[in-house]
C-alpha cells in the first residue's frame, strides 16, 4: 500500500514524512488525497506514508515526523500506538482521528499534538497539518543558501558548525556545505541540539559521544571547548540526554 500511494514533490531538499493509520482504507484514501493536495502548496519536499495496520506503521523503517492516527483499531488501540510511535520517533506530532468525544481526554495523556473528530472538514485536516509542520519545520529543519540555491538542511544530520567569518561550514557525518549564516545567527535560532562549545563551534549534542577537555563525536571528530565552558558545557550536555531519556521512557 505505501508504494502504490507515493508521491513526491519537486522541491529540492530534505523529505517531510506524514503518515496515516486508520484500520478503514476509505478514510485513509481520503486523508491522503487532501494531505497531498495541502502539502503540495506549502512547496516542500515531502512522502505520504499511508497505513490500514498500526503494526506495519511501527514496523516502518522511514522516519516520520507527522502522524494522523485513528483511536479507534482493532489491532491495537491508538492510545497505545502513540505512546510507541513516540519511543521509535522522537517529537513526532500525532494528530489523532476520532468519532467519539470520550477519547479526547485520554487521547492527551499521550503526547498528543491535535485530535480531528469524524467526519473531517478540510479546513481541519489543513490547519492541523500546517500547524504540526511549522513546528516541525522550526526546530528541525532549517533553509539555508548555498551559492545561489537555498536548501532544506536536516538539523539532525549536522554534527557541528564552524565559523567561518560571514559564513559558516555546516558539517555532515560524511559531507560538508558552505552557507551565509554565520555562527551568532545559528546560535540565535534556539535549536534545542545546537549547542556553541566556544567561538568557532557549535556541536550538536545528538552525535556527541563525550565531553572531557575536548568534544568527542561519534564520528571521530573532536572539537575544542573553551577552558571556562567546560563545566558549562558538561551540564548542559547531561541535561540534554536526562531529558531525552525522559521523552523515551516516560
Known amino acids: 500500500m505505501e508504494r502504490e500511494y507515493e508521491i513526491l514533490s519537486t522541491y529540492k531538499g530534505d523529505k517531510l514524512h506524514v503518515a496515516v493509520c486508520d484500520d478503514k482504507e476509505m478514510i485513509v484514501r481520503g486523508l491522503y488525497k487532501q494531505l497531498h493536495y495541502f502539502m503540495e502548496k506549502r512547496g516542500i519536499k515531502y512522502k505520504i506514508l499511508p497505513f490500514i495496520s ?21 489491532q491495537m488501540n491508538g492510545l497505545l500506538t502513540a505512546k510507541k510511535a513516540s519511543e521509535k520517533w522522537d517529537d513526532i506530532k500525532i494528530i489523532f482521528l476520532t468519532a467519539h468525544m470520550e477519547y479526547m481526554q485520554s487521547a492527551f495523556k499521550v503526547k498528543t499534538f491535535r485530535y480531528l473528530l469524524k467526519p473531517f472538514k478540510k479546513e481541519d485536516i489543513r490547519e492541523a497539518l500546517y500547524e504540526a509542520m511549522d513546528v516541525l519545520l522550526e526546530k528541525r529543519f532549517k533553509l539555508i543558501k548555498v551559492h545561489d ?4 538542511i536536516n538539523i539532525p544530520e549536522i554534527y557541528y558548525i564552524e565559523a567561518l567569518g560571514d559564513q559558516s561550514a555546516v558539517f555532515m557525518e560524511n559531507d560538508y556545505m558552505i552557507s551565509n549564516v554565520t555562527l551568532k545567527e545559528w546560535c540565535g535560532e534556539n535549536y534545542p541540539d545546537l549547542y ?11 552525535h556527541v559521544e563525550k565531553i572531557k577537555d575536548k568534544v568527542f563525536l561519534t564520528n571521530g571528530k573532536e572539537l575544542p571547548v573553551a577552558v571556562r565552558k567546560r563545566r558549562q558545557i558538561k551540564e548542559a550536555y547531561y541535561s540534554y540526554r536526562k531529558e531525552k531519556a525522559r521523552i523515551l521512557w516516560d
Open 54 to 74: 498500526p503494526i506495519r506503521l511501527l514496523e516502518c523503517q522511514k522516519s516520520i515526523h507527522i502522524l494522523f492516527l485513528d483511536i479507534d483499531m482493532p
Open 149 to 152: 540555491m537555498v536548501i532544506q
Open 196 to 206: 556553541r562549545c566556544n567561538k568557532s563551534y557549535i556541536v550538536n549534542f545528538l
